[in-house]
């Protein structure tokens, strides 16, 4: 069974530039969620998407977006990057049905490295 | 002070010794979570633990509901067990975990 996939594993940009990030979830996972990581603020939850709506959101700001398509694969994109967008972001998917208090585990992809320059 | 806080931060075995890492967390959870990161970034999920103990192979994981306390063991440590150790914290809100900032392990021959 193919695990999750993210494209590209590694990007650079120049800030002000916008990027669009993939992740393709495992068969049958409805549920994407994307982190971010940074040596300095570790690893924070962007957003989660479940049937191609967002359902939560962390705290980040509006040049942060999402979406999900009908097959549950998800893309981020970031809009006029800044060098403080340099991080690792990694999506996971889950087998989450929907409706809170229900737990499955996540499987991470192997994340997408940008570099804003 | 962080909702959820790991310790150690940086740990030195040698080959053969059993390790512990700790998790405390401040926050509601319907589960916990213990996370593998190894260079390169991939992370491997380890455990999900909403009550007691979960074992798999040499790696042994804990919860306390009450104390708000988790442990993550590794028993018999081999180098290859060298990575970065997270726990999670898990509410149940649909992506939104609340990360420990990570116990970066080196187990040497």
């Known amino acids: 069974k193919a695990g999750v996939t993210q494209t590209p594993r590694y990007l650079i940009k120049t800030r002000g530039q916008q990027v669009t990030l993939s992740c393709s979830p495992i068969?049958?996972?409805?549920?994407v969620s994307w982190y971010q990581q940074t040596p300095g603020q570790g690893l924070q939850f962007l957003f989660e998407?479940?049937?191609?709506?967002?359902?939560n959101k962390g705290n980040f700001p509006g040049r942060f977006s999402g979406r999900q398509f009908s097959n549950s694969r998800s893309e981020m994109n970031v809009s006029t990057l800044e060098l403080g967008d340099s991080a690792l972001y990694l999506c996971?998917?889950?087998?989450?049905?929907?409706?809170?208090?229900?737990?499955?585990?996540?499987?991470f992809g192997s994340g997408t490295r940008l570099t804003v320059v | 002070k962080n909702e959820v806080e790991q310790s150690p931060q940086n740990l030195t075995a040698q080959e053969g010794e059993f390790i512990t890492i700790n998790c405390s967390y401040s926050?509601?959870?319907?589960?916990l979570h213990w996370l593998q990161q190894h260079p390169g970034g991939g992370i491997v999920s380890l455990f999900m633990?909403?009550?007691g103990k979960k074992n798999h192979g040499r790696l042994i994981a804990t919860i306390n509901i009450q104390e708000k306390h988790s442990s993550l063991h590794i028993t018999a440590s081999h180098p290859r067990d060298s990575a970065v150790y997270i726990c999670?914290?898990?509410?149940?809100?649909?992506?939104?975990?609340?990360f420990g900032k990570g116990t970066k392990l080196s187990v040497k021959p």
């Open positions: 996971a998917s889950s087998l989450s049905q929907g409706g809170v208090g229900t737990n499955y585990g996540y499987t």
């Open positions: 068969s049958g996972h409805r549920s």
């Open positions: 998407y479940f049937s191609e709506t967002q359902r």
């Open positions: 926050v509601g959870i319907s589960a």
């Open positions: 633990l909403s009550s």
């Open positions: 999670a914290a898990d509410g149940g809100s649909q992506g939104n975990l609340i």
